[in-house]
Nanobody, 119 residues
């Protein structure tokens, strides 16, 4: 199983970006899917979560600005980021709870995508 995160880049404060996380491999189903981020010199932190049924939860710092969605048919998760601030700068990672090969279950991480918010 592999996770591919994409969509990062350089954006001005107040701008928007949409990240994607695509899972591939012998996937039976994907349960919870998360976005994390890590700013320079800081620990990785949870940005938000989406259940298989689409229930979401967000860190206080991004509530009302960031929105997570998923397409179960395509094993893909999205992070819509609006009203971006310089404090949102960091590497964004996806993490998924995956059932694969019909028998196994494990968490997998994507490689990360850089988001830089700067004027």
């Amino acid at each position: 199983v592999q996770l591919q995160a994409s969509g990062g880049g350089l954006v001005q404060p107040g701008g928007s970006l949409r990240l994607s996380c695509a899972a591939s491999g012998r996937i039976s189903s994907i349960n919870g899917m998360d976005w994390y981020r890590q700013a320079p010199g800081k620990q990785r932190e949870l940005v938000g979560y989406i259940s298989r049924d689409g229930v979401t939860n967000y860190a206080e710092s991004v509530k009302g600005r960031f929105f997570i969605s998923r397409d179960n048919a395509k094993n893909t998760m999205f992070l819509q980021m609006n009203s971006l601030k310089p404090d949102d700068t960091g590497v964004y990672y996806c993490n998924c709870d995956v059932q694969y090969d019909s028998l196994y279950r494990s968490n997998f991480w994507g490689q990360g995508t850089q988001v830089t918010v700067s004027s």
